[in-house]
């Protein structure tokens, strides 16, 4: 996936206006007679000035344009890296340029009618392999400004913090951080040369403390205050949430993952991962080798995706890997046919798919089988749940029972 500009933020004219210019092509009308005209001509006055593989254009915005309906599109030549920003702004910064080579840019608006004439295009300018803000071979804490920043590590575990504006950071030698507690809004942030991310060059980027570029020999992410989207590498990452509801994935490499006091959802993927949930009803996700899981304060929730043996009370799950789970209260077991055991808290047990066992405890627990036939023990507590779902499902000590024959 690659950075683009969200659906939710585009208004509901410029979305009226692209489905109706592709209802148009569908049904074959085309030509000046398919036009949706602007009612704004070009912006003017377009200039660039050129960072560390970033440039930050600047216009003027055309006669009759309403900032409170009106949206840009800033394109990049050669290249055609593109950046949207709504009508209230009158520069943006144009992400994923090569250093050493020459940009050119044009400015066109779409006013809710359809997107206007390109304006001229600016003047030149060469992005270039500049830091301008450099740390040393220790550790450092770098704080760029509100502006456009290039921000280089340098040597020594450095936590780097851009401070707004479209930001550039390149780790160096040691474990560095890129923290965005001071965003005003979600981040969104990826690390680069993931398989699944597709940038130019293979950079990583961020959204929400700016328009930033993330390069290589970057370890770390801290999140804000907001609901988050962090995201590592292949490699070995250190990532933490910070308060929000946060989406946190380590994807290869032994990872540490550390959710907030919200309700976040933490995936280890693929390598020896360490998820730790805080604070807040978390979700949590271990995958590939043995993981170690802390739900932290909170009803948490593990779940899985192969066939896996639960006992929470012993703290621990056995199946595709051997894992240590440790303040975890709940279960969502796996397609495949799974045998899921509670503990002295009251606990929710989901099979899933497959033919289940699922066995309370001393508590009041909630035990449900979903598909397959399964079956149900709510144990020696009182107040238990059964509810077996699809398939021939069977109960024993539940004091309630659903869809059980």
Known sequence: MAPSTPLARRRPGWLIATV????LVMSGTTGAS???PSLVGAPGSVRAVAGNNTARVSWTAPAGANPRTTYYRVEAAPGGQTTFVEGTETSATVRFL?????YSFTVATDDGDGWGP???PSRAVTPRDVCTLQGTPGDDVLIGTSGDDAICGLGGNDRMRGGGGGDTYVGGAGVDSVDFGDAPDRVFAFLPDVSHLVTPNGFGWADGDGSDVLRADIESLRGSAHADVLEGDDGVNRIVGRRGADLVRGWGGGDTIVGSAGRDELWGQSGADRLRGRGGSDLLLPRGEDDLVNGGRGSDTVTFTSAVTVDLAAGTASGEST???RRVENVIGSPAA???RGS???NVLRGGGGDDTLSGSRAADSLFGQGGDDAMDGGPGAGDRCDGGAGADTSADCESVV???
């Open 34 to 36: 398919a036009a949706l």
């Open 344 to 346: 002295a808290a009251g």
């Open 118 to 120: 390109a304006s001229e």
């Open 20 to 23: 109706a210019a592709a209802l």
């Open 338 to 340: 799974d045998t899921l």
């Open 323 to 325: 894992d240590v789970l």
């Open 403 to 405: 869809d059980v024959p």
């Open 98 to 102: 090569n250093n050493g080579r020459a």
